[in-house]
């Protein structure tokens, strides 16, 4: 497993983390033991990065982590974790008072003094670019509340805003073979300010496992039945954007490209974390063979994929540029 510094934390983190979204019961339940699997798989597999957020199942997956660490003493697992959206995403939710309160809460889910590092969960762009914000967020680090602070944000521009804050560790944005634009400017810019890129929905939603067909068809309580199309939250997290039936079929395409020894989900991810100023891709498992497999990919270098940097921008150019490019 390749390892790579945490942005300013000066952490050091795994290329390939745990998302842990999946806990939260939002792709469809999964028990306690089950969890508890996949975080015993990741860590045996090198794993040292498990995120998470506040609004996960209103904290379920944040109390499982800190179960699992409390059991687990000596794991070497930094967990950044999200807060904001268990209000409205309005400006006005975003003070101090609120994130003290936010963060506490955080701190007994995880059972952590001071959390490794914590992040606002897609706030509003203006919410981004308020000089208060940081200050209250400097103040929980002053106070060791908090050891570092990121933002994880929806679009491109929100990620070059925060990159530009002197005391942002770390940006989370969606980023794949699907979801290129973060490659222009985004990733130049943190690369030279020294903060850390956390590559979320990796596999757009389930598009780069290689297991759909256009005939798949979700649960009701999945986020990929009823925020297809933006329906609750920001499309761009749900298939990051992309249209269902055209993301099978350039998932099908991409496929088709691989090396019959490689899957599909492990160069998706070997892809991501080939890109210059990427520390981490974070993918979610509801398995610990999901997460050996996507673990493994933490050790593939795209030497061993010729040619897929290629056929990924020509899937991107024909499939989904015009359409998700603009947007975010």
């Known amino acids: 497993m390749q390892r790579r ?7 050091q983190s795994s290329v390939i983390g745990l998302g842990t979204w999946q806990f939260g019961g939002d792709w469809g339940p999964v028990a306690d033991e089950d969890a508890f699997a996949v975080m015993d798989a990741s860590a045996e597999s090198g794993v ?8 996960y199942g ?4 944040e109390t499982l982590i800190g179960r699992w660490l409390r059991a687990n003493p000596d ?6 974790t999200k807060m904001g959206r268990r209000v409205d995403q309005v400006p006005a939710n975003y003070v101090a008072a609120n994130f003290r309160e936010w963060v506490d809460r955080s701190r007994a889910n995880l059972q952590q003094d001071t959390l490794d590092l914590v992040q606002l969960h897609c706030p509003p762009t203006a919410v981004i670019e308020d000089d208060a914000v940081y200050d209250a967020l400097d103040a929980l680090v ?8 990121g933002v994880s944000v929806e679009t491109a521009d929100q990620a070059l805003s925060a990159i530009a804050r002197p005391g942002v560790a770390s940006v989370q944005i969606i980023l794949n073979a699907f979801r290129l634009k973060p490659l222009d400017a985004v990733l130049p810019a943190a690369r030279e300010a020294g903060v850390a890129i956390l590559a979320r929905v990796p596999l757009a939603s389930g598009l780069l496992s290689g297991k759909y067909t256009t005939d798949t068809e979700f649960a009701p309580q999945d986020h990929r039945s009823y925020n297809r199309h ?5 499309q761009g997290e749900t298939f990051s954007g992309v249209p269902f039936e055209d993301g099978v079929r350039a998932a099908q395409e991409f496929a088709a490209a691989l090396p019959e020894d490689v899957s599909v ?3 998706a991810l070997a892809w991501v974390v080939a890109q210059d100023g990427v520390t981490a891709a974070i993918p979610g498992a509801r398995n610990a063979e999901q997460a050996r497999s996507n673990a493994a990919a933490g050790s593939l270098g795209l030497d061993a994929l010729p040619g897929l940097d290629a056929t990924v921008q020509d899937l991107y150019d024909r499939w989904f540029r015009a359409t998700v490019h603009p947007r975010w």
């Open 5 to 11: 510094t945490l942005g300013r934390t000066g952490r």
């Open 48 to 55: 040292t990065l498990f995120d998470t957020a506040d609004v």
């Open 58 to 61: 209103d904290g379920r997956s």
């Open 75 to 80: 794991a070497d697992v930094t967990v950044p």
């Open 142 to 149: 002053d106070d060791g509340s908090v050891a570092a602070y």
């Open 230 to 234: 933006g329906e609750a939250f920001d």
């Open 265 to 267: 989900p492990q160069a």
